[in-house]
């Protein structure tokens, strides 16, 4: 299936530790991104990366880091968690600026206890 | 500041009827203007892309308008069904590479 997919869709783990969320897509996207969804379910660009070139940066803390090893895939990592990051993680992908639309993947729910 | 805000939290219609959403920005210009839909525990899922020198889109039972000068688009579903019932988003991009979304509308179709 031609998709976002993300790993893990579920995470849960102790304030201060360091987790990981990956993201690939198959799509032949030349752009991805990261979105934050808060309890409020409002989305929240944090990432874009274009052809493993970071374009976009939000004013995010530094303990979120992305990484994208190659145009297929864009991985989150994010050290010392706090609960204040507990959200709803989406990756997306898109081809050009963005004017056939996004695509998303299915989320990473993350609850930091 | 900038703002996108979709006019209300929840829409209660029913079915048959015509769905209407709006969604409203201030201080954007914005290229593009798009629509999704998100259900519970799922990732949005692109609609409509209106471009900013255009007044109407449709596809299928959806229509989307786009008036660059009151700053606004419609979102209308027509013939709605229960299947219908989910949280619709508008999001735009001002030209800065960025989408940003708006709060989202949970419609819900009642049979």
């Known amino acids: 299936d031609t998709a976002v997919s993300q790993t893990p869709k579920y995470l849960v783990t102790q304030m201060g530790n360091d987790k990981s969320i990956k993201c690939e897509q198959n799509l032949g996207h030349d752009t991805m991104y990261w979105y934050k969804q808060d309890s409020k379910k409002f989305l929240k660009i944090m990432f874009s990366y274009n052809n493993k070139e970071l374009i976009i940066n939000e004013t995010v803390p530094n303990r979120f880091s992305p990484k994208s090893p190659d145009k297929a895939h864009l991985n989150l990592h994010i050290n010392s968690l706090e609960l204040g990051d507990s959200a709803v993680y989406f990756c997306a992908s898109s081809q050009g600026r963005q004017a056939n639309g996004y695509t998303f993947g299915s989320g990473t729910r993350l609850t930091v206890v | 500041s900038q703002k996108i805000e979709q006019n209300s939290e929840a829409l209660n219609i029913q079915e048959g009827k015509t769905a209407t959403l709006t969604c409203n920005y201030t201080n954007y210009s914005p290229a593009y203007l798009q629509w999704y839909r998100q259900d519970p525990g799922r990732g949005p899922v692109f609609l409509l892309l209106?471009?900013?020198?255009?007044k109407e889109k449709r596809k299928e039972r959806l229509k989307v308008t786009f008036d660059t000068t009151l700053k606004q688009s419609l979102f209308h579903i027509t013939a709605s069904q229960p299947a219908d019932s989910a949280t619709y988003l508008c999001a735009l991009d001002s030209h800065t590479g960025k989408l940003i979304f708006g709060q989202g509308t949970t419609l819900q179709v009642k049979p």
């Open positions: 209106i471009r900013e020198n255009e």
